[in-house]
């Protein structure tokens, strides 16, 4: 089992910088791929970043791609996601997930979710 606890949350303005933390707990986390999601009201939840167990393989999604970084730290057992130039449609709850196996941008092949945090940016 893993227990995953997302913060960094909050309000900001345009072009703004947030930075998320995924803390993670139980067993075997550095194994796992980690990936961040979000979800706007009314909308699926769509696929954001991702970052490979070893930290050598990241992904974006186009929408945030030069602006959004993934990364790891296996000592601290965090995964952060740095936002830069914060746009109003980056507004949305930000989850990070875990899971096993092959590198996938797909929410259902992730195994646990943490509670999210919400970001806002205001225009």
């Known amino acids: 089992q893993v227990q995953l606890v997302e913060s960094g949350g909050g309000l900001v303005q345009v072009g703004g910088s947030l930075r998320l933390s995924c803390a993670a707990s139980g067993r075997a986390f550095s194994s796992y791929r980690i990936g961040w999601f979000r979800q706007a009201p009314g909308k699926d939840r769509e696929f954001v970043a991702r970052?490979?167990?070893?930290?050598?393989?990241?992904y974006y999604a186009d929408s945030v791609k030069g602006r959004f970084t993934i990364s790891r730290d296996y000592a601290k057992n965090l995964v952060y996601l740095q936002m830069n130039s914060l746009k109003p449609e980056d507004t949305a709850v930000y989850y990070c997930?875990?899971?096993?196996?092959?590198?996938?941008?797909?929410?259902?092949?992730?195994?646990?979710w943490g509670q999210g945090t919400q970001v806002t940016v205001s225009s």
């Open positions: 970052i490979s167990w070893s930290g050598g393989n990241t």
């Open positions: 997930a875990a899971g096993a196996g092959a590198l996938t941008t797909i929410p259902d092949r992730y195994d646990y």
